[in-house]
């Protein structure tokens, strides 16, 4: 199963031009980063697996992702957490109904990594939270080519991309394989927590990403009206509805430093849009309660 290449837009935001890399609609089921960080998994084949085992949050894009993977290739789909709230179980919604939908088992377990461990056998293959494995690779530099393409047809001077970043595999392997400069910014932990994750995948990797920081530091998950009013604005100005996650976490990290930036910004949109509806339900909740 191959993707053609994603859409690739001129946009107008705040006055100014970015081309957007549109992952987001790569797929219908099989969308944005995890559809390129699993990539491998999904076309190769794995003839002795008959389950595939995670961990990580309950509204995790990577556990919708894998949900559709494993039911694609008919495999068992075992995913632990170490805790879901009850009204999300009595209310499902986001991707974790459409997890539950493609068949998930979903295991809650204080003790995550032994509980990973007392699945693991032979026939199981283990997928890192949020992906984080050398086997992005295959899916990322497809992108990173499709990017090359994107620019040579738009005829586009002196490129640099920015993504936000979770693990920081995918920016770490587009870096690799793109001749200009990749920007990105955390949206867990700190600078040194992305650098750390990219030692993990790639111990002897030279060529890495640039990372911008925020002046204010935003903590992963949490709730924060101005990113809501960016999310907003971004949508009203282009059209372009993103993620609640990580992309107002991008955006005002990108925009911070754009005056700083020299040549012209792409920002590459990873999906993740399933998630938007327990995001938006959090934040009707919030405001109810201010
Ligand atoms: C997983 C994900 C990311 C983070 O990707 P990393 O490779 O872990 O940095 C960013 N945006 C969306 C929408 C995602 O689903």
Same mark, same amino acid.
């Given at each position: 199963m191959f993707f053609p290449s994603s859409p690739f837009e001129k946009r107008t935001f705040n006055h100014q031009t970015f081309y957007l890399k549109r992952d987001d609609l790569l797929d219908k089921d099989f969308s944005g980063n995890k559809a390129r960080k699993f990539h491998y998994f999904l076309n190769h084949d794995f003839p002795h697996i008959q389950r595939v085992v995670s961990s990580g949050s309950n509204q995790s894009n990577a556990m919708y992702s894998l949900s559709v993977l494993a039911r694609l290739k008919g495999w068992e789909f075992i995913y632990v957490c170490d805790h879901i709230p009850? $009204? !999300?179980k009595e209310n499902p919604i986001g991707n974790y109904k459409e997890a539950l939908t493609n068949g998930m088992n979903i295991i809650e377990s204080q003790t995550r990594e032994e509980e990973v461990l007392r699945w693991l056998d032979a026939k199981s293959l283990h997928v890192n939270e949020g992906g984080r494995q050398k086997e992005a690779e295959e899916g990322v530099k497809i992108l990173a080519n499709e990017l090359l393409a994107d620019i040579q047809t738009h005829a586009i001077s002196n490129p640099y991309l920015f993504l936000p970043s979770g693990t920081g595999t995918t920016a770490l392997f587009l870096?690799?394989?793109? =001749? $200009? =400069?990749v920007f990105t910014c955390n949206t867990v932990g700190d600078s040194a927590y992305l650098q750390k994750q990219w030692k993990m995948v790639v111990p002897d990797l030279t060529h890495l990403p640039t990372i911008l920081e925020t002046k204010h530091k935003y903590h992963y998950g949490k709730l924060y009206i101005e990113l809501y009013v960016l999310w907003q604005r971004l949508r009203n100005e282009m059209g372009v509805e993103f993620d609640l996650l990580y992309d107002p976490v991008g955006?005002?990290? !990108? !925009?911070?430093? !754009? =005056?700083l930036l020299d040549g012209t910004p792409i920002y590459l949109h990873q999906g993740g849009i399933l998630g938007n509806a327990s995001m938006l339900q959090r934040y009707v909740r919030k405001a109810n309660m201010l």
């Open positions: 009850r $009204f !999300l870096q690799k394989y793109l =001749p $200009f =400069p955006w005002s990290a !990108l !925009l911070e430093h !754009l =005056p």
